[in-house]
Nanobody
Framework: QLVESGGGVVQAGGSLSVSCTTS????????VAWFRQAPGKRRELVAS???????NYADSVKGRFTISRDGAKNTVYLQMNSLKPEDTAVYYC?????????WGQGTQVTVSS
């Protein structure tokens, strides 16, 4: 029900974008967010956007990452600029509705130094 795309390998300082498209069966979405999990670390919130368009970012990505949405395409984007090796992780899309939570399958982002 969540289809992620994007990610890949990039050198430090470069940019990547990941996207998350929700299926038509998901309704009443409150919040869409991106989490990430690096090897041996806990999953952490990267950025979120709520139904009003209010965004929230982890301190570690503020000023470098931008979350946005295209309602017509049911898609949320995470644009990642000035990437650092410590941004390397599996990035997961998260959707919270009135009564459910959905997770994407994850997409790998690797930043080489």
């Amino acid at each position: 029900q969540l289809v992620e795309s994007g990610g890949g390998v990039v050198q430090a300082g470069g940019s990547l974008s990941v996207s998350c498209t929700t299926s038509g069966s998901i309704f009443s979405i409150n919040t869409v967010a991106w989490f990430r999990q690096a090897p041996g670390k806990r999953r952490e919130l990267v950025a979120s956007i709520n139904y009003s368009g209010v965004t929230n970012y982890a301190d570690s990505v503020k000023g470098r990452f931008t979350i946005s949405r295209d309602g017509a395409k049911n898609t949320v984007y995470l644009q990642m600029n000035s990437l650092k090796p410590e941004d390397t992780a599996v990035y997961y899309c998260y959707v919270r509705t009135v009564g459910d939570i959905y997770w994407g399958q994850g997409t790998q982002v690797t930043v080489s130094s």
